[in-house]
Each structure stands twice: as C-alpha cells, then as structure tokens.
C-alpha cells in the first residue's frame, strides 16, 4: 500500500511524526510512537494496489482516500502495549445514524492489519 503524510499536515512525515513520540520521556506516548512506527510500515508491505494519505489527529493515524483533509476520515487506528484499535466510516447507505462507525481491537498486530485492510474495504471509500 503506498501511505503517505496527507499535504495538509506538512510540518512533519508520518515517521517523523510518531518517532518524535518513540523518543518522549512519556511512556504511554513512546509506546504508541514505536507501535505506530512498525505499524506503518507493516501497511506498506501490503500489495494493495491503494493509495491512503494519513493524517494524525490525537495519535490516531486516519487514512483517507485523497490528499485533502477536508475528505472523510474513512480509516482511524492506533496502537499501543500490544493492543490495537481500529475503526471506520459505516457507507451512508448502511449506517444506522450520520457517520456511523464501527470499532474494533484486537491484541494481535497480525489481526490489526487484517481489521484495517476490512476497514478499508468495508467504508468503500477507496472504491472507484
């Protein structure tokens, strides 16, 4: 998958983003810098032929399915100790309510992947 800093966040990439917060005295925040750090270039590997454009937002990554902020957050992740949680934009034509979302986590970064390769899919908002 090719995942790349959304333009409108420039200031930092995406591995400088969570590896200022691999190197905090923070615990908490250097825990989630090296999960997100390996999580990201796990989601690299992938040989989806999808572009994502990430925006950070609280620690969360949010992938988005153009280079404009403005677009829907269809993907939000994040990781830490080994516990990742993952969520995505219901389609409209599903959703109960506007901008439903469904939540998932897992302990498994395996599975973690596989929750954001389903989100991706399942928000529909990389299909053409």
Excluded: N
Aim: hydrophobic share 35%; charged share 30%; aromatic share 10%.
């Amino acid at each position: 998958m090719k995942l790349t800093r959304c333009k409108d966040q420039r200031s930092k990439t995406l591995e400088e983003f969570y590896g200022s917060l691999a190197a905090s005295d923070d615990t908490w925040s250097r825990d989630v810098g090296e999960t997100m750090l390996h999580l990201i270039d796990l989601l690299r590997t992938l040989p989806e032929p999808e572009a994502a454009w990430g925006l950070t937002s609280h620690f969360h990554l949010c992938l988005l399915a153009a280079d404009d902020y403005h677009t829907p957050w269809y993907v939000r992740l994040i990781g830490s100790r080994g516990e990742y949680t993952v969520d995505y934009l219901m389609p409209e034509a599903e959703a109960p309510w506007p901008y439903a979302r469904v939540t998932g986590e897992t302990r498994s970064q395996d599975r973690a992947v596989e929750m954001i390769e389903t989100a991706m899919r399942l928000s529909r908002g990389w299909e053409r």
